[in-house]
């Protein structure tokens, strides 16, 4: 018992020195400091920019309360134009918008019981509920205003619909004025702390090798995951003070909203770059030269901007995209961040990303610090 | 109770690839000695003592550390030995008290003492004014005094340094093996790898190597005495000449210049080098003024080491 305690504090003693040393060597590394403010400050100026594409596939969900053969065509007609697919279907509106919060689904069509009498009255037929928050999803939808109702009018059923009016009332919830800054500013922080955590650590171990103080360290009673886990700590510090750059910035330019609770945002993100930082130790231990890091580290990080949903919706890429955005942190990541910001979602809600971002980084450390060899060869 | 051998090797091999940098090298250094590793450039110092530090796995051999083996046991090992490495591997970002302290945090002294230690080092190795300059701007001789400061700070019983004094100026150079002697008298094993024959002859035990071979080993007195050539001094003009012309016969070792005299190592097989060259060279030693002296530790490596070459 006793040989336990002693032995954990000197462990965290250990990890605490290689700690101290870390912050104190970046501390007085003024261009990597310099990165660490500049970099989420143009990216973010940079991206405050929409970026559009087409759409197709969003998954959304159905409530028919009219359970008629006019619901059915309209389903019909929609699923033809390839935008939206038909994933869940609920009794309530009120659950639909439930499966909105937690991100299930993009999107709900609420089908009313008296659709034929609104036909008859040259009413919307039916109503969408959006998930504003991310802009393409939300045009994309808004483009259904006016689909051809093809199945419907060769069943007969709305000959004398006039195409003019729009076939459905639209209810955007999130982002109601469709600002792209407010989906791309958090989709931002999981861009940016994949860019700065991974960089970072990525070269963490290389430049010790490269300097020559690996030789000492190793002849050291230092345990590799303490080194580790010593060498990473220093840089969860530098990643919540980029978010708070990100978000505050964020919101003071363009108004981008924190909706969700602080405390969730902050465990996210901590779990977040955690497991950032766990990729680029990984990287570290694999890399031989700080430019090989650093191309592991673009590697990594051009995935991570194309396939997390940060430019377009994971929805609408080919299945092998969607693969490969699966296994990447800040797919995940982005996920939890705008479900917190925009849409108030809890962890809970979340938790399916929250555990494989915590398992990547339990499991990416023991990798980490069973590849990383006390010696030479 | 420590054992009386520090460190045993036997047919220590590492190979890397095809090449073979340590080749069946098998030594004995006794505990609470001062040890020397001599060669030259290449010969395979670095890599004998990463190999009994347990920084690199033997390809074949044994090798056995204050009675435990390595590589298995190095864990065990890491908190009794210091070493020093030839490149300077501290922090050079990092003044020499963070330095210090760093290294007191990672061998787990407690706070106190650790800064009584810290505070002692400082004095011992005069870096006190010194002690918030950055590592990386103090000069050679420094480095390596911070560099043993820290290798010594957890009092370790063993200690290995690799080259470290091949930055420094020959009057620091007698100051830091002043160093070296008061911690053998503390009790520590030293080992120490070098270039300079001043240095080796200090030293209580000496390994010549050469090509990753043992050439020879043992004190340097011993190695001195067991040498297998006699050497001559010859004076006169024309010293270049006469070495060229000297150099071709088998019988000569070598011969360097040395001022006004030309130093010859002649090989045992001949009884009387005076006579011999006196009867061989007749013509060249005319005028001439030929001593056998006694041999220097010089003699003996260029020996050892001349062998291999041919
Ligand atoms: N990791 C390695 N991979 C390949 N060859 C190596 C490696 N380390 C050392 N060598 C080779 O082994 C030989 C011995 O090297 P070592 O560093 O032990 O010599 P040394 O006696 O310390 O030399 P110096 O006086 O220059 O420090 C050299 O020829 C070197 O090129
Ligand atoms: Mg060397």
């Not at chain 1, 609770?261 to 465990?267: E, T």
Request: hydrophobic share 45%; glycine share 6%; proline share 4%.
């Amino acid at each position: 018992m006793f040989l336990t305690t002693r032995s954990t504090l000197n462990s965290l003693q250990r990890m605490q020195a290689i700690m101290v040393k870390e912050l104190r060597q970046l501390s007085r590394d003024k261009p990597t400091f310099a990165m660490i403010v500049m970099i989420p400050l143009i990216q973010l100026l940079l991206f405050g920019f929409a970026i559009n594409t087409n759409v197709r596939d969003l998954s959304v969900a159905l409530v028919d309360q009219s359970h008629s053969e006019i619901a059915r065509a309209l389903v019909a007609d929609l699923t033809a134009t390839q935008v939206v697919h038909f994933v869940k279907t609920y009794q309530t509106p009120d659950q639909a918008s439930k499966a909105i919060t937690r991100g299930e689904v993009r999107a709900a069509l609420v089908i009313p019981r008296d659709i034929a009498q609104r036909i008859g009255d040259e009413r919307p037929l039916a109503q969408w509920l959006i998930d504003g928050s991310d802009t393409m999803v939300g045009s994309a939808l808004l483009g259904l205003r006016n689909m051809p109702l093809t199945t419907l009018n060769s069943r007969g059923f709305a000959t004398n619909f006039s195409t003019t009016k729009p076939t459905f009332e639209m209810s955007l919830f999130y982002n109601p004025q469709r600002v792209a800054a407010i989906n791309i500013v958090p989709g931002l922080v999981g861009v940016i702390l994949t860019m700065t955590m991974v960089m970072f650590t990525s070269a963490a171990l290389v430049r010790e090798r490269e300097r020559g103080n690996l030789e000492l360290l190793i002849t050291t009673p230092v345990k590799p995951m303490e080194l580790m886990i010593g060498k990473i700590m220093p840089y969860v510090f530098v990643g919540f003070i980029q978010l708070a750059i990100i978000l505050g910035l964020g919101n003071i330019i363009f108004d981008v909203p924190i909706n969700g609770r602080i405390d969730h945002l902050f465990f996210a993100v901590l779990v977040f770059i955690s497991a950032s930082l766990t990729l680029g130790m990984l990287i570290s231990t694999v890399a031989q030269t700080q430019l090989q890091a650093m191309q592991l580290t673009v590697f990594i990080l051009i995935p991570s901007i194309l396939l997390s949903g940060f430019m377009f919706p994971y929805e609408g890429m080919p299945a092998a995209a969607q693969w490969i955005a699966e296994s990447l942190p800040a797919t995940h990541f982005i996920r939890m961040i705008r479900g917190i910001v925009l849409r108030g979602a809890t962890l809970m809600d979340l938790w399916p990303d929250l555990l494989w971002l915590a398992g990547f980084t339990v499991i990416g450390l023991i990798v980490a610090a069973k590849r990383f060899k006390k010696r030479l060869d | 109770m420590l054992p009386d051998i520090a460190i045993e090797t036997k047919n220590l091999t590492r190979r890397f690839g095809d090449f073979t940098a340590v080749d069946n090298v098998s030594l004995i250094i006794p505990a609470k000695t001062i040890y020397g590793f001599l060669g030259p450039n290449g010969s395979g110092k670095s890599t004998c003592m990463r190999l009994i530090t347990g920084l690199l796995l033997p390809t074949s051999g044994s090798i056995r550390v204050l009675g435990m083996n390595i590589p298995e046991q190095t864990e065990s090992l890491r908190l009794r030995i210091g070493y020093m490495t030839q490149k300077f591997s501290l922090y050079d970002d990092l003044s020499v008290i963070e330095n210090l302290r760093f290294i007191a945090q990672i061998y787990n002294l407690d706070f106190h003492l650790g800064k009584q230690r810290i505070n002692e080092q400082l004095h011992a190795y005069e870096l006190d004014q010194r002690s918030t300059r950055l590592a990386g701007s103090l000069s050679g001789g420094q480095r390596q005094r911070l560099a043993l400061a820290c290798a010594t700070l957890h009092k370790p019983e063993l200690l290995v340094l690799d080259e470290p004094t091949s930055a420094v100026d020959p009057e620091n150079r007698r100051d830091f093996w002043e160093k070296l002697f008061d911690l053998c008298d503390q009790g520590t094993t030293i080992l120490v790898s070098t270039h300079y024959m001043d240095e080796a002859e200090r030293c209580h035990g000496l390994a010549i190597l050469e090509g990753g071979k043992k050439r020879a080993d043992g004190s340097p007195n011993q190695l001195m005495k067991d040498l297998g050539a006699q050497v001559v001094e010859i004076g006169g003009d024309n010293l270049r000449q006469l070495k060229q012309q000297l150099i071709a016969d088998t019988n000569v070792v070598s011969a360097a210049q040395q001022g006004t005299h030309l130093r010859v190592l002649i090989d045992n097989r001949i009884e009387h080098p005076q006579q011999w060259l006196q009867q061989t060279f007749a013509e060249l030693m005319q005028n001439r003024s030929i001593n056998i002296v006694r041999p220097s530790l010089e003699d003996v490596f260029v020996h050892c080491t001349g062998e291999g070459r041919q």
